[in-house]
């Protein structure tokens, strides 16, 4: 059996990776970063869903990127923006958090040396997501390349694969792969701003991709929202 170390955000793509790789026979390590990030909450959520879905560990990493800023999520002198229509939509939004997944995959790599493990699973999309530049195939791909060159692992020719299951799925197929695997959506959190308790605003950006998600799949959106 093969392993694979997953990076788990506690939102619904990084948990549905987590399935998906448990179901393609993978012993999984789960790594979650505690970046500075505007809600706790899926901090929380992605320990929930590491043990719900067996991984073997989970390591949660902290970070200062709260100490760059630059980001909605990261600065709260920034503000997550709301009920913002699809068409206006376009561009980076500031919800982006500069070099985010660089130096997740970074520390995720070393991991995986360390664990000796095959694959690192991401839940990067391009399809239904917000625009962030390093949710893109050529931003994997220029990584997978330098992880080739930079680890020993990759050196002696084992190197160690970036699997992207999500990238070209919407999602409304992310959530009917996840359902179709038995993971319960309940224990994500999606929401940029979500409360103490892991109650969504409905408002946010991350919040309308969910919910038009679940309409889309027919699937019943288990999301707690806030006044709710």
Not at 57 to 66: A, D, F, M, T
Not at 100 to 121: H, K, P, W
Not at 187 to 214: H, I, K, M, N, P
């Amino acid at each position: 059996m093969s392993t694979a170390v997953v990076l788990l955000s506690g939102g619904l793509d990084s948990a549905t990776c987590l399935a998906m790789a448990r179901a393609e026979g993978h012993r999984c390590h789960t790594i979650a970063f505690d970046y500075g990030q505007r809600t706790r909450s899926e901090l929380k959520a992605a320990e929930r869903v590491s043990r719900a879905l067996g991984a073997e560990s989970h390591r949660v990493i902290e970070l200062g990127l709260g100490n760059i800023g630059g980001s909605a999520l990261t600065d709260h002198d920034i503000a997550v923006p709301e009920n913002v229509p699809e068409e206006e939509s376009d561009g980076i939004p500031v919800t982006y958090v500069p070099a985010r997944n660089t130096v997740f995959l970074s520390l995720a790599l070393g991991l995986a040396e360390v664990l000796e493990a095959d694959v690192i699973y991401i839940g990067v999309n391009a399809v239904d997501y917000s625009g962030y530049p390093d949710c893109r195939p050529a931003f994997i791909e220029a990584f997978q390349n330098m992880a080739n060159l930079a680890t020993k692992a990759g050196v002696e020719g084992h190197p160690i694969r970036i699997a992207t299951p999500l990238m070209n799925l919407s999602k409304a197929d992310i959530i009917r792969e996840g359902t179709r695997l038995g993971l319960d959506y309940g224990l994500t959190v999606s929401c940029y701003q979500a409360d103490e308790e892991g109650q969504a605003c409905g408002r946010c950006d991350s919040c309308r991709l969910r919910r038009q998600g679940f309409e889309e799949a027919l699937v019943k959106d288990p999301t707690k929202y806030q006044g709710a």
